[in-house]
């Protein structure tokens, strides 16, 4: 299973006894991609059994501290855990002088009367700034759709999203796969690697005496590419419809019911009827809602509402992992 999403926390603004704030991470080939870092995200990675150092890309929606508050704890803990590759962080504008500055190192600590004295210990904790870790941080603009990742396996664009701040969704789209050519094929018509590279992008086989097998006689086809939209903090905003248009996968706020509209349109936050209206007009294969307000004990209710407008509805379950497959 290459395209799976686990939810690391599902609940807005404030952290409780059985929730956390929003944090999702993306596993796509074999990558893991970690979008919003609310507070006590590399806990969750540790009980979901993630090896963090694997986490090259983080995508931060923006600077409400719910949605990267657990940042700077995720990013100590990969430089005491001796991590050298490059880190790169994707956020609205801000958020770099943020970390540099809770990242700078202190030449003091306090002895045991709470006096500050300087530190000239030769321990090898004791880091210099250019000791740690490289991290890239790109600022993204969050008024229009723009490409801010892209190789040869995945392309990552922003969704521009309506809230009291700079804020952005992002969009995940694994590129064309190559089409499967059967073993048994390459044995049998001795096919160079050369030849299999085409083949699996779809040419016909030419053998040397001039006869032709065609692609679809020696292939299976290519297994069809994966989709996850993430639109975090929002008012309804049915401008992003055509960026999501026909997703796999999208997970969209639900903060309140429907009953507290007046309350999402202040706060510039969506109900669970809203989002299940994006998704039935986006035409999407599976909504999965969150964000929820800390006073809904049960996310039944909110769930019932969103299956009223969009029937492949769930709701973020934390620890859980969704995919296309398990839709």
Same mark, same amino acid.
């Given at each position: 299973?290459?395209?799976?999403?686990?939810?690391?926390?599902?609940?807005?603004?404030?952290?409780?006894?059985?929730?956390?704030?929003?944090?999702?991470?993306?596993?796509?080939?074999?990558?893991?991609?970690?979008?919003?870092?609310?507070?006590?995200?590399?806990?969750?990675?540790?009980?979901?059994?993630?090896?963090?150092?694997?986490?090259?890309?983080?995508?931060?929606?923006?600077?409400?501290?719910?949605?990267?508050?657990?940042?700077?704890?995720?990013?100590?803990?990969?430089?005491?855990?001796?991590?050298?590759?490059?880190?790169?962080?994707?956020?609205?504008?801000?958020?770099?002088?943020?970390?540099?500055?809770?990242?700078?190192?202190?030449?003091?600590?306090?002895?045991?009367?709470?006096?500050?004295?300087?530190?000239?210990?030769?321990?090898?904790?004791?880091?210099?700034?250019?000791?740690?870790?490289?991290?890239?941080?790109?600022?993204?603009?969050?008024?229009?759709?723009?490409?801010?990742?892209?190789?040869?396996?995945?392309?990552?664009?922003?969704?521009?999203?309506?809230?009291?701040?700079?804020?952005?969704?992002?969009?995940?789209?694994?590129?064309?796969?190559?089409?499967?050519?059967?073993?048994?094929?390459?044995?049998?018509?001795?096919?160079?690697? #050369?030849? *299999?590279?085409? +083949?699996?992008? /779809?040419?016909? !086989?030419?053998?040397?005496?001039? %006869?032709?097998?065609?692609?679809? $006689?020696?292939?299976?086809?290519?297994?069809?590419?994966?989709?996850?939209?993430?639109?975090?903090?929002?008012?309804?905003? #049915?401008? *992003?419809?055509? +960026?999501?248009? /026909?997703?796999? !996968?999208?997970?969209?706020?639900? %903060?309140?019911?429907?009953?507290? $509209?007046?309350?999402?349109?202040?706060?510039?936050?969506?109900?669970?009827?809203?989002?299940?209206?994006?998704?039935?007009?986006?035409?999407?294969?599976?909504?999965?809602? /969150?964000?929820?307000?800390?006073?809904?004990?049960?996310?039944?209710?909110?769930?019932? $509402?969103?299956?009223?407008?969009?029937?492949?509805?769930?709701?973020?379950?934390?620890?859980?992992?969704?995919?296309?497959?398990?839709?």
């Amino acid at each position: 299973m290459s395209f799976t999403l686990t939810v690391l926390g599902s609940s807005s603004a404030l952290p409780t006894a059985t929730t956390n704030p929003t944090a999702h991470l993306l596993k796509a080939d074999e990558r893991f991609f970690l979008i919003d870092c609310g507070e006590g995200t590399q806990m969750q990675l540790r009980r979901n059994h993630v090896k963090i150092q694997r986490i090259h890309h983080v995508f931060i929606s923006h600077l409400h501290g719910d949605h990267y508050f657990g940042l700077i704890g995720l990013i100590t803990t990969m430089q005491l855990l001796g991590r050298v590759k490059t880190l790169h962080i994707y956020s609205p504008p801000g958020l770099k002088a943020i970390i540099e500055l809770q990242r700078r190192p202190y030449n003091h600590y306090e002895n045991g009367d709470g006096n500050e004295i300087e530190n000239t210990s030769s321990d090898k904790t004791s880091k210099k700034e250019d000791d740690y870790f490289p991290i890239i941080f790109h600022e993204l603009e969050t008024r229009k759709n723009t490409v801010i990742f892209d190789d040869n396996k995945i392309s990552v664009e922003t969704i521009p999203l309506k809230h009291r701040i700079p804020c952005c969704g992002f969009l995940f789209r694994e590129k064309p796969k190559l089409r499967k050519i059967l073993p048994e094929m390459i044995l049998k018509h001795k096919i160079s690697i #050369e030849q *299999i590279q085409k +083949i699996k992008l /779809g040419e016909n !086989l030419q053998k040397e005496d001039g %006869t032709i097998i065609t692609n679809e $006689e020696i292939t299976l086809p290519a297994l069809d590419s994966e989709s996850y939209a993430f639109c975090s903090d929002t008012r309804f905003n #049915e401008s *992003i419809i055509p +960026i999501i248009k /026909g997703v796999d !996968l999208l997970y969209h706020e639900a %903060t309140f019911l429907h009953e507290l $509209e007046h309350l999402a349109k202040k706060t510039a936050h969506s109900t669970a009827l809203q989002a299940a209206t994006i998704a039935m007009k986006a035409e999407v294969k599976q909504l999965i809602i /969150g964000h929820f307000s800390a006073r809904y004990k049960n996310k039944d209710v909110l769930l019932n $509402e969103a299956k009223t407008v969009f029937e492949n509805t769930v709701v973020a379950e934390e620890g859980k992992t969704y995919s296309p497959t398990n839709q």
